[in-house]
């Protein structure tokens, strides 16, 4: 199957300071990126959807200035947290799609101190 | 009301026992349905894959669908203690590269 990298696995960072998360799909051009955020033992909540060269779709109740999202390339899609604080701390995952098939990350584990 | 709902259990079972998972969907635009497993601190894997209502059997899994009552399967014949994982299904309108809404996930715990 298809491989989806994120960049970095775990990241610990401080109160205030932004941290950018990198997806990439390594074997394959993706029409579209999913983000979702996860906390402990709770499903994966869709936060936004991007397709390259276009703005990113956010889900209801997503802060769209908080959470950055750009779509450069066909492979590549970051996430980047602003001013990130505590309660911002979660199990990030991407995903990469082509029209009928759709692979994950293995996923980001951002813990703000 | 959630679109999605799933019982998170934890179930736990011993080696050898055939597992059920459940979820109720409430949105009948839902047209396709996914089975995921999702280890400790891992993205999710791709389990099995159906549209139609029936079954679909790959090795010992078994996803089955009824869209009339709007609840979807997954069954886990001779469970074995690796298949100790978080099972998620999801559903989505577009088809299996378009927006997926998951439901909780189960958490099983096979028992050797």
């Known amino acids: 199957g298809a491989v989806v990298s994120q960049h970095p696995s775990w990241v610990i960072c401080k109160s205030g300071t932004s941290v950018k998360i990198e997806c990439r799909s390594l074997d394959f051009q993706a029409t579209t990126m999913f983000w979702y955020r996860q906390f402990p033992k709770q499903s994966l909540m869709l936060m936004a959807t991007?397709?390259?060269?276009?703005?990113?779709?956010?889900e209801q109740g997503v802060e769209k200035d908080k959470f950055l999202i750009n779509h450069a390339s066909l492979t590549l899609s970051t996430l980047t947290v602003t001013s990130a604080h505590p309660e911002d701390s979660s199990f990030y995952i991407c995903s990469a799609a082509e029209p009928d098939e759709q692979y994950f990350g293995p996923g980001t584990r951002l813990t703000v101190t | 009301q959630k679109e999605v709902e799933q019982d998170p259990g934890p179930l736990s079972v011993p080696e050898g026992a055939i597992v059920s998972l459940n979820c109720t969907y409430s949105n009948s635009a839902f047209q396709y349905f996914m089975w995921y497993r999702q280890y400790s601190r891992k993205g999710p894997e791709l389990l099995m894959y159906t549209y139609s209502s029936g079954n679909k059997e790959d090795g010992r899994f078994t996803a089955q669908v009824d869209k009339s009552s709007k609840y979807i399967s997954l069954f886990i014949r001779d469970s074995q203690p690796s298949d100790s994982a978080t099972y998620l299904c999801a559903m989505t309108v577009m088809g299996q590269g378009g927006k997926l809404i998951f439901g909780q996930g189960t958490e099983l715990s096979v028992k050797p």
């Open positions: 991007s397709n390259e060269g276009s703005k990113a779709t956010y």
